[in-house]
């Protein structure tokens, strides 16, 4: 067996050029998608709440001047106190994910050790006194819950994850990409708003990409769009709005689920019934139009929903189901949102490709759904504030 590899540098410290650095790392540690790199990654970042869905600015903060200073004449004495034990639930489970005990255990550490912080001095350099502690106190917990078994679910390289210059060196390059990431704000609320927008668009341009150019469908799916964008946020905000399960609130994430509503040539909004969806699904979707537009009516008025609220002014198309081409239907749903007579049209392979999950409780979901409708319709234009109204106005391209 080949002997654990080991990170040199031509003068014995790391070149001061986070590029040189990176690159001669590129070449030595393993790639960051290996099992190991992301099990670090993770350990990371639930030892500084980076995992939240909601992460806070705590793990930027900088230390005082004062605690800089206590940092620099403490020992490395501290790192050898003993860790608390780490409790069996956490050892029983195979999963990737890392429990936030461990940052219990972590802080518990740092406490009794009088390190004086909670996160990196992202301004220092990688070998000043307080980040050479603070990183030395990760890996420390990272080998205890390493050796106590935590991470099977991996599957690490066992040369690997057993080098301790790796180690430091995957932490080290984790350390200037965060380092970097806090230079230029890419992880303040306004970046991070930025990137969830772009993120949606690219969604919504890889689900357009799914039609074939210059096909009818294409073209159609392209006048409706502003539509479908529209209508399917209306009915996302309103499936939020309710108590239901997640699975349930992502019912029409998919912009497909909502391409029941087209555009005609001469601009009118038609509900063109499609084949692949069960009457359930279809039925989920129009009581949830009608949540949206009785809220609507009480917001702004009967009139202004009469003329200008998308699920008001679409027409219902006289003509049978459109046979929508498999490639698309929206996949990955519950089954019970398909149609049985559209699941038995598919070939063993298309049923394969769709990827459904287990059904939902439909006649739960549209049990609430017709009584918020009804609290709604209920309610009285003078109850909603009128600051509010402007949240609620509605802008159709027409």
Known sequence: MPSSPKIYFPNGKPPKSGRKLQSIYSNILPGSNTSLCRCIASFVRTLLQLNLKEPSNQWMESPSDSHLLTASDLPDSILVHPIDSIPSSALTKLTEKIPPLFRIIFLQDLKQSNFPGLTFAWEQSWDSRWNKLFSQFILKHWRNAHQAGTFKAFHMNPDESSNHSIQNGILHRWFLGRQKGVRLGHFSEQHRTDKKKSEKRSKIRLQ??????????????????????????????????????????????????????????????????????SSEFS??????????????????????????????????????????????????????????????????????????????DFSKLLSITKGSSKCFKHMSFQQFPHQQLSTFVIFISM
Request: glycine content about 2%.
């Open 208 to 277: 357009v990409s799914a039609y074939p150019l210059q096909s009818t469908a294409f073209f159609s799916l392209l006048t409706s769009l502003p539509t479908l964008i529209q209508l399917q946020k209306h009915r996302q905000q309103t499936l939020s709005e309710l108590p239901i399960l997640p699975d349930e609130m992502e019912l029409f994430d998919a912009i497909k689920c909502t391409s029941e509503t087209e555009v005609t040539s001469n601009k009118t909004f038609i509900i063109q019934p499609v084949n692949w969806r």
């Open 283 to 360: 039925k989920t979707a129009r009581q949830l139009d009608q949540i949206h537009i009785n809220k609507m009516i009480n917001l702004q008025g009967p009139q202004h929903v009469q003329a200008f609220n998308l699920e008001q002014i679409r027409k219902p198309d006289d003509t049978p189901s459109t046979n929508i081409p498999f490639k698309n239907v929206p996949q990955n749903l519950p089954i019970n949102c398909y149609s049985s007579e559209y699941i038995g049209t598919l070939s063993a392979l298309e049923k394969q490709i769709l990827s459904t999950r287990p059904p939902v």
